[in-house]
């Protein structure tokens, strides 16, 4: 049977872009036809200036959101990554595969590290380890398929690296993963800076849409996302990169409004219904008011019993160790490691 996992990193409150990039992919998809893992990545949070009482705060967060946007305990195993001892284990032997160039040459690394410099904070050393943690997250499940978010591709590209290059000098170990991504909304954009991504541990909070977010708050800052110049509505994302991120929204929210409400709605298509960017933004924000509300209503009822979230989390962890124990034991005898005698 495929293999799924992915995960979040508790940096932030979950944004839009999680969802559609993400999180949507995982309930609707992924957790009925594989036997997938989702993990609230925590030690991943450290790797910037964090605090701990916040960090503890979000990872609960994170996991109820999971839940409450719909990861069935029954269908996939939900759990928190420094439950599982498997990760860290395993990261120091990939550690040992990956060089320091490979590295240093990640998006991710070169914007973040570049991030805490300017701050005064300086950087951590797993910030430019993070990738190898993240792909002993993946190689730890022998998993198949890694559903992510543009943004994500160059690290699961390393992660296939490293199983590689595992494989070929120490014998078949790992099972060589693919990143896969939805259609629509691989990256959501800020709606304040539609050049950037829209992101929960940065960027202005106007631009950011968080799952949690009240209706009306949703709905002002989407009415109040900067567009372009000229007053036409067509999708392109040189010339017009904050229309299109709201028609990429509105069409992976099902179209609504003039468009009608449909499966898979073509974002090009949709261009053509609107004749001012008043009512694109309009029915983008009604479409996501309507998409957010059942996951609110949901987080709210999750929320007022702790009990049920450890639960399934313990349950999760118990599961997700079980199955990464054999593969990570394997690796280390396959690297060169006397098996505890
Ligand atoms: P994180 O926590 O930044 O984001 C979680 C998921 O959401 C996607 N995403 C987006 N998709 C579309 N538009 C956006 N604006 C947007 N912002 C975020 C991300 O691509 C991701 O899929 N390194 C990972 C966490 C991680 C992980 C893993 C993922 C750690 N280990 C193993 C998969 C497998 C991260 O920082 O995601």
Redesign the pocket.
């Known amino acids: 049977r495929t293999r799924i ?5 508790p940096t932030g409150h979950l ?1 839009l ?2 969802y ?3 999180v949507r992919q995982w309930v609707e998809v992924d957790q009925h036809r594989a036997d997938a893992l989702f993990c609230v ?1 925590d030690l ?1 949070a450290l790797t910037v200036e964090h605090d701990p009482a916040r960090v503890r705060r979000l990872t609960r967060q994170v996991a109820t959101l999971f839940l409450a946007a719909g990861l069935d305990p029954a269908l996939c195993t939900v759990f928190v990554q420094s439950h599982v001892d498997e990760h860290t284990r395993l990261s120091y032997l990939l550690e040992c595969t990956g060089t320091d160039g490979e590295l240093r040459r990640m998006i991710q690394y070169k914007e973040k590290s570049a991030q805490a410099q300017a701050a005064g904070d300086g950087v951590r050393f797993s910030l430019l380890s993070y990738p190898v943690l ?1 792909a002993a ?2 190689l730890a499940y022998g998993a198949h398929e ?1 559903p ?5 591709t160059q ?1 699961v590209e390393l992660t296939r690296d490293l199983a590689v290059r595992f494989n070929r000098r120490y014998g078949d170990t790992f099972t060589v993963p693919r990143a896969t991504r939805p259609t629509l ?4 954009m800020d709606l304040q800076d539609p050049t950037s ?3 929960k541990s940065h960027g202005v909070s106007a631009g950011t849409v968080h799952l949690l977010d009240d209706a009306d708050v949703v709905r002002k800052k989407i009415m109040r996302a900067v567009t372009d110049t000229g007053r036409d509505v067509v999708y392109d994302r040189e010339a017009k990169p904050g229309v299109t991120n709201l028609l990429e929204i509105l069409a992976a929210c099902g179209g609504a409004g003039r468009a009608g409400r449909g499966e898979a709605v073509d974002p090009r298509e949709l261009a053509g219904a609107y004749d001012s960017y008043g009512a694109l933004k309009k029915d983008t924000a009604d479409a996501v008011v309507e998409l957010l509300r059942p996951l609110r209503e949901r987080h709210a009822a999750l929320a007022a019993d702790p009990g049920h979230v450890d639960t399934v989390l313990r349950e999760g962890a118990e599961r997700a160790r079980a199955t990464a124990r054999p593969v990570v034991d394997a690796a280390y005898a396959a690297i060169g490691l006397l098996p505890p005698v």
Do not use: P, W, Y
């Open positions: 996992f992915s995960g979040v990193k944004t872009g999680n559609l990039g993400a990545v991943h993240m997250d993946i890694v992510v978010g543009e943004d994500q690290h909304a691989a990256r959501v991504k829209m992101g």
